[in-house]
């Protein structure tokens, strides 16, 4: 017996309608390639290029419960400011995020980084700077490389002291992409 | 918190146990009944899924869920089978606080009464819950209480 898309989705609406899901997550398509992208009650807590959710489902069930169900509507939000920065017309993400069980290092790096302007790039050396640990940029590096929200916590928009791309955890070919995009390359 | 076996993401348990859950219903309801009640057993489920203290024999928590709706369902169409108006299909989710209260309204009032004066949901909200329009869903809550009021006064 198989539960029809239709009977499907509406159990998914009801769901989120009624306000028990505590992550919501689904793939959201864009010109990088599919993403997963999850939100809990708190806000935006995953985006991640591997749009297989397995794994990350129990990574996300670990920290915010296991309420956790695949439901278009609860990324909405993220997925309309996604599709507009794809196309171009936004710079600045107005949504909340959930950084919970992050170490404060972390977090204290998320939210430097998150003031690199759209179109601009800053350094792994500088960002440690910022956060009052001048010689922890490998630190940063390791940061930015398990970065749970990429591209909205725009780590694509670090490199190296000499101006090398470095890295990106998503693929460089990923990051030339957004820089691109953003007229920083 | 530790768990023996960990809780899995809702999402793993709905999709191992929805098949045999339909099954059930429509076994129990017929398919156009089931619809509604499959809704609302997994809402259950969720619902108390957070408060769940182990992993251990989920499937036979939801088929006990699954039983119970369906008996809901059937125990309701019997007595008051001249309140049954023809919008039946519509879920009832039974929520415990004004249950007793609404037990004699229809399935699509007695959910939108509920969802609406327990739960303080909007009509956009409820009308997700219910798979119907906002202006409907405001319809059966007021339709609901005009009932429950002419049934408090005779």
């Known amino acids: 017996m198989t539960v029809s898309s239709d009977l499907d989705r509406r159990f998914r609406d009801a769901a989120f309608a009624l306000d028990l899901v505590d992550v919501g997550f689904d793939v959201v398509d864009s010109p990088i390639g599919p993403l997963f992208v ?3 009650t708190r806000g935006l807590a995953s985006i991640s290029f591997d749009s297989d959710p397995e794994g990350q489902l129990e990574r996300l069930a670990r920290v915010a419960g296991p309420a956790i169900l695949r439901s278009p509507r609860s990324v909405n939000a993220a997925r309309r400011e996604l599709d507009e920065y794809f196309g171009g017309r936004r710079r600045i993400f107005d949504l909340a995020l959930d950084l919970r069980a992050l170490p404060p290092f972390t977090v204290s790096v998320l939210h430097q980084l998150a003031r690199v302007p759209y179109g601009e790039t800053t350094t792994y050396g500088a960002l440690a700077a910022a956060v009052g640990r001048p010689r922890a940029a490998r630190a940063v590096g390791t940061v930015m490389n398990r970065n749970r929200i990429p591209i909205v916590l725009p780590c694509h928009r670090v490199v190296g002291a000499s101006g090398d791309l470095v890295g990106y955890a998503g693929g460089l070919d990923r990051k030339i992409t957004l820089l691109e995009l953003e007229g920083a390359l | ?13 709905y999709e191992q146990h929805r098949a045999e859950v339909l099954r059930l219903l429509r076994r129990r309801l017929g398919a156009d009944r089931a619809e509604d009640a499959f809704q609302e057993t997994f809402l259950r489920a969720l619902k108390a899924y957070r408060r769940l203290e182990h992993a251990e024999h989920l499937r036979a928590w939801v088929l006990t869920i699954a039983q119970n709706v369906a008996l809901d369902a059937l125990r309701r169409s019997k007595p008051s089978a001249e309140l049954v108006d023809t919008g039946v299909e519509d879920s009832r989710p039974a929520y415990e606080n004004l249950a007793d209260l609404t037990d004699g309204l229809p399935p699509k009032e007695r959910a939108a009464v509920v969802l609406r004066y327990g739960y303080d949901l909007s009509y956009d909200q409820i009308a997700a819950a219910l798979g119907s329009s906002p202006d409907a869903a405001r319809q059966a809550a007021s339709t609901g209480v005009r009932r429950l009021r002419r049934s408090a006064s005779s």
């Open chain 1, 38 to 40: 999850a939100a809990s």
């Open chain 2, 1 to 13: 918190m530790m768990h023996a076996v960990a809780i899995p993401p809702f999402e793993h348990f």
